[in-house]
């Protein structure tokens, strides 16, 4: 347990956060948060989380619930029993079965950027 602490940060059930959260490592949410979120690394919404923010991360992953518009540079995964509304915006998005999703996708993110150097 002391080794995840280290790698990332939990925000527990009992714990609500309005505003900003920044940072480089991963985090798990278990409570809520509401607002803006930016990291360097991946969010993870637990089972029994709810974000209702702004995102912006490296990946994001949701099995609670996620409310709002994330843009993600590698990928979001939304897992199984999952509640999703708003907008995705990363090159890879997987919707496992049973993830609920009701939004816009943007999967376009980078590709043209990545066209005119990739078959030279």
Partial sequence: MAAEM???GVIGKETTI???VTGRADLRVE???EGTVRLEAELIV????TVAAEVDTAAMTVEG???GKAACSD???LRPGSRSTGTLAAP???IEEDALFDG???MDVGLEAEAGGAHG
């Fill in 46 to 49: 637990g089972e029994g989380g």
């Fill in 75 to 77: 990928v979001v995964t």
């Fill in 104 to 106: 816009t996708l943007d």
């Fill in 18 to 20: 309005r505003g900003e």
């Fill in 31 to 33: 409570g809520t948060v």
């Fill in 92 to 94: 890879r998005v997987v």
């Fill in 65 to 67: 619930r996620f409310d």
């Fill in 6 to 8: 280290e790698a990332g």
